[in-house]
């Protein structure tokens, strides 16, 4: 069945820094991808998504990129804040439109 | 466009009792999801409306648990006979997709924390 691999936490970044937090799937089809974000205390809101292969989701600095090839749609910023800590969640709608997540990955950013 | 809100936000409750939770959707949303997410691990999929027909269950959904959409408003979902398993989170999220194009998006309440002692 469908999957999403993300890679495990907690990531450590001190402010400024590069980030990259790693997500591969499984599908039959063609899939939707999508980057959930739940800050502490609150649900989980959409950060960005792409709906086809070699679209590229954007949002608040977060970018990620659909490669079909790579089975991969890695989150990405060039400078993180110390607002950016959170868990993350990478996310896949099949054929079926129910979300399938991946375990999340916590962020924390340090002034 | 208030967002999706559930209530209870928490509810904690004796093994062997029954607890029912409710979701209103974002307003006009002909779709709403129940997910349940555990300590450490994403959210599950367990069931979903189209207006008042629920399309599809997962196996996750023992019979003890079972969810409505009556008027293809409000949603609730009952658990009978809670055990210590069914503590988690409990999401609904709404969207307005007509075609059943898995490109739309969900938008997820803020949740509903079982605690079953």
């Known amino acids: 069945g469908d999957s999403v691999t993300q890679m495990e936490g907690p990531v450590t970044l001190s402010e400024e820094a590069f980030l990259t937090i790693n997500c591969t799937y499984t599908a039959t089809g063609y899939p939707s991808l999508f980057w959930y974000v739940q800050y502490p205390g609150e649900g989980l809101q959409l950060l960005l998504k792409?709906?086809?292969?070699?679209d590229k989701g954007s949002n608040k600095g977060f970018e990620a990129t659909y490669r079909k090839e790579t089975t991969s749609f890695h989150l990405e910023k060039g400078s993180v804040q110390v607002s950016d800590s959170a868990v993350y969640f990478c996310a896949l709608s099949g054929s079926t439109d129910k979300l399938i997540f991946g375990t999340g990955t916590r962020l924390q950013v340090f002034p | 466009d208030t967002g999706v809100s559930q209530n209870p936000r928490h509810k904690i409750t004796k093994r062997g009792q029954n607890v029912t939770f409710r979701c209103d959707p974002i307003?006009?949303?002909?779709?709403l999801y129940w997910y349940r997410q555990t300590l450490g691990q994403g959210p599950e999929f367990l069931t979903y409306?189209?207006?008042?027909?629920?399309?599809?269950k997962s196996r996750l959904l023992s019979d003890r648990f079972s969810a409505e959409r009556p008027k293809g408003s409000f949603s609730t979902l009952e658990i009978q006979r809670t055990e210590q398993g069914d503590s988690a989170m409990y999401l609904c999220a709404s969207s307005d997709s007509w075609r059943g194009a898995n490109t739309d998006t969900q938008y997820f309440g803020p949740g509903t924390r079982l605690t079953v002692l």
């Open positions: 792409a709906t086809k292969a070699d």
């Open positions: 307003s006009e949303h002909n779709r």
């Open positions: 409306f189209q207006n008042e027909a629920q399309l599809e």
